[in-house]
């Protein structure tokens, strides 16, 4: 991996209403994923879902989805650093876990031309902060890579915010190291283990730029009268 970049390391500290950062000045900043979460009009629809089929159904689904996302997040993480990356157990989650790798490594990873950083902290002070999955070139393109694991492949009009959330990393990138990314990569794969490939380009950028830069003032309006 090639680490072109002095990367920061970012000190969380959790709130009521979501993750939060310290910037250089010890102020604390929203991560994305908390402004996102907390500007959504979907809130609604997963209350009506936990509702419906219940807190502890609900709790099981949403471990399970998040245990198989860190598992591959860290299994990919090991591939892209040359490390030993196939350490799975003989559970479900740790079974569907490696084939949802195998899937990422065959069909999604191999356009990665080159690795900047993985797991990486991006920051602008009074702003926001948060933890990038993968910088680097893709086909050659500076790009901002997510890795996002699914029970079905989603429709691209679904995860808007997916795509806002790349924005906002690189423009916090772009202005920490003057770089010039303006291409998100959204890589998924379903527990089918059918592999979908978002790509983001610059005209799209810049208009899901302002989205984003929209959500934040609301964000801010919201919880700092």
Not at 101 to 110: A, H, P, Q, V, Y
Not at 156 to 179: K, P
Not at 188 to 210: A, C, G, Q
């Amino acid at each position: 991996m090639d680490s072109k970049y002095n990367y920061p390391k970012l000190e969380r500290v959790d709130t009521e209403i979501g993750r939060f950062y310290k910037d250089s000045n010890d102020s604390l900043v929203p991560s994305v994923t908390t402004v996102l979460s907390n500007t959504s009009s979907k809130t609604s629809g997963l209350s009506d879902w936990r509702l419906r089929v219940g807190d502890e159904e609900a709790d099981r689904v949403i471990k399970q989805s998040t245990d198989i996302g860190t598992a591959v997040h860290l299994a990919i993480e090991n591939y892209l650093n040359n490390d030993e990356w196939c350490n799975f157990g003989s559970s479900y989650e740790e079974k569907i876990s490696e084939q949802i790798t195998k899937r990422f490594i065959s069909d999604g990873l191999n356009k990665i031309t080159e690795v900047w950083g993985l797991e990486v902290g991006l920051i602008l002070d009074k702003l926001y902060a948060g933890t990038a999955d993968c910088v680097g070139n893709y086909s050659d393109i500076p790009s901002l890579i997510d890795f996002k694991t699914a029970k079905k492949i989603k429709k691209r009009e679904w995860i808007e915010d997916y795509f806002l959330q790349g924005c906002a990393y690189a423009n916090a990138h772009n202005v920490m190291f003057e770089s010039n990314i303006k291409q998100i990569v959204i890589l998924m794969v379903d527990r089918d283990l059918i592999f979908k490939e978002f790509v983001v380009r610059e005209n799209e950028f810049n208009h899901l730029t302002e989205k984003w830069k929209q959500r934040l003032i609301a964000f801010d309006k919201k919880y700092n009268k």
